[in-house]
């Protein structure tokens, strides 16, 4: 059976059960996120040709669709887990809703120039000049990447730095501190894209322009960063209870 914890009485280390205000906004602003991701978002398809148009641009609306999905439960988790208030907090949250709905955008030209290219143009091709235009939306993309993790990573600082008045153990306040190596992480590899992007020679080759999203693959050791984040928290937290002891 789940645990209960002792102060709430929630389950599965829930610190609260109701819903706030501010998170009740945080959901409805990424609900309206997944809208601007629809499958045809100019018109209704009105013949066969235009639906099926309309339904290859399924996979880069679920790969955005994913993609908001994890930022959303990101802030569920940390929302019920530490059911912090004040105006970090909420500048910190609103700050996320505002960078998601202006992430929207390029997330959805970027995916869709990105299915279009390993389909070999089967897929529909969303910008028109890619020349152009493929440099300022990574560029742009990276900024907003890096930007709504670095949100996640404050509130999740936060809550490191309250653990002693959230009364949370070593191995939660050890956990608050992998997260925030994790969204440090997340930040430097979308600043390390965008920066590839601006070092690209006018003409580069095409094996130069897919550099800037293969680097995107790095977060595959997203889990290893925050276990490492984690451990030397463990370690820290030993030492300062030692060091409590011993002035005791």
């Keep these: ?8 009485g929630s389950r599965d280390g829930w ?55 994890l930022f959303w439960y990101a802030h569920v988790r940390w929302s019920r887990n530490y059911r912090l208030d004040g105006a970090i ?8 809703v505002f960078l998601v ?5 390029p997330l959805r030209l970027l995916l869709g120039t990105f299915f279009a290219w390993i389909s070999g143009g089967w897929l529909p091709m969303p910008l028109s000049n890619i020349t152009g235009a493929k440099q300022i939306a990574f560029v742009f993309y990276g900024l907003a990447f890096a ?31 992998g997260e925030v190596a994790a969204y440090v992480y997340f930040c430097a590899v979308g600043l390390l894209s965008a920066t590839v992007v601006l070092l ?32 030397a928290a463990l370690r820290r937290l030993g030492g300062v209870a030692v060091q409590e002891a011993a002035n005791a």
């Design 89 to 96: 907090a909420t500048l910190l949250s609103l700050l996320l």
């Design 1 to 8: 059976m789940a645990a209960v914890d002792n102060e709430t």
């Design 15 to 69: 610190r609260g059960g109701a819903t706030t205000r501010l998170e009740a906004f945080v959901d409805a602003a990424f609900a309206f996120a997944v809208t601007l991701l629809v499958i045809s978002a100019e018109r209704i398809p009105d013949s066969v040709e235009s639906l099926l148009v309309a339904l290859k641009q399924v996979p880069a609306f679920a790969a955005g669709f994913a993609l908001l999905a």
């Design 147 to 177: 930007s709504m993790p670095a949100c996640m990573g404050g509130l999740y600082l936060l809550a490191w730095c309250r653990r002693a008045r959230l009364g949370l153990d070593d191995g939660a306040a050890a956990t608050a501190a």
């Design 101 to 105: 709905l202006v992430y929207v955008y």
């Design 200 to 231: 690209l020679p006018a003409h580069a080759a095409p094996w130069q322009v897919a550099i800037p999203g293969s680097l995107y693959f790095l977060l595959s050791l997203t889990g290893l960063v925050h276990m490492l984040g984690r451990r």
